[in-house]
């Protein structure tokens, strides 16, 4: 088993998302030591995928306290970003159904840093570049556990020929390709059978146990996971509604918006407000948060 992986320290205290319609999710809590398998469960809509967004530096969170490898969240944000890789997040990190499974490998390939040496060495028909981009998409697919051999045309099949066990194993390849100390992976009980929940629940376990730091979102996380809770609680969900409720005022008659209406992020039609300004420090421009609440429409 590889045990040289680095993963993350994540620790979190009360953090929470707001944006134009409401929290997204609010008061999560998390200490988690690297090579830790991180489940994060809740209802649809109560901002699992907001949080996986918040916690890989995507996202900015507007209230509590975080940091993610030792750097401060929402001042660090690009830094996060850079050690951290997404899978499996529709809208965010989809598949091309049109594209085979060996041009997502060549593509993710070519997004990755230069081969270290030379700048004829990182030319990318170079021996040496081709070399280490062999490598690197070998070590990503035996990592994921994903054989092309048991693929119906090897590395030339396309991503809309793929089991989705099969496809998710390619996103998971993907996010592994440059090395990340993070891996968050959303969605990965959809639409899988018992057997392929389990085994793909496995495959993230083995990942945390070679020391990367796994966050995942779903159902039937094994009993050794962190679990993290995105439910709110009786009270909290009170408060939201008491929140949402409009005032009576005889100038306005506006419908009233709705509990999912004020809870829901944004979409691309709807006008978005700007999350707080960041700090002189920020390394990541103001766009970054009203772009991942439009592209993230389940929350």
Known sequence: MNTTRQGAAVNASGIGVEGPRGWAFRGVGITAEPGTLIALQGPSGSGRTCLLLALTGRMRITEGE?????????????????????????GVADLEPALTVGEHLKEQALLGHRVKGSLSASLPWSKRHKEATRARVEA???????????????????????????????????GLMHG??????????????????????????D?????????????????????VSTARTGTEAANAEAAATPRTDAKTDAAPQTDAESA?????????????????DDDTPKEDTAHAFAKTGRA
């Open 140 to 174: 990503a697919l035996a990592a994921a556990r994903l054989d092309p051999g048991t693929l119906p045309k090897g590395l030339r099949t396309t991503v809309r020929d793929l089991e989705r066990i099969e496809a998710l194993r390619l996103s998971v390849a993907l």
């Open 66 to 90: 975080a940091t993610v490898a030792g750097l401060p969240l929402p001042k660090r944000m690009g830094s996060v970003r850079s050690r951290t890789a997404l899978a499996h997040v529709p």
């Open 264 to 280: 829901t992020p944004a979409t691309d039609s709807e006008a978005t407000e700007p999350a707080p300004a960041p700090t002189q």
């Open 207 to 227: 990942l945390a146990r070679e020391g990367l730091t796994v966050v995942a979102a779903g159902d039937g996380a094994p009993e050794d996971a962190l679990i």
């Open 180 to 205: 990340p100390q993070l891996l968050a992976v959303d969605d990965v009980d959809l639409k899988l059978a018992g057997a392929e929940r389990t085994e793909a629940w496995q495959l993230l376990r």
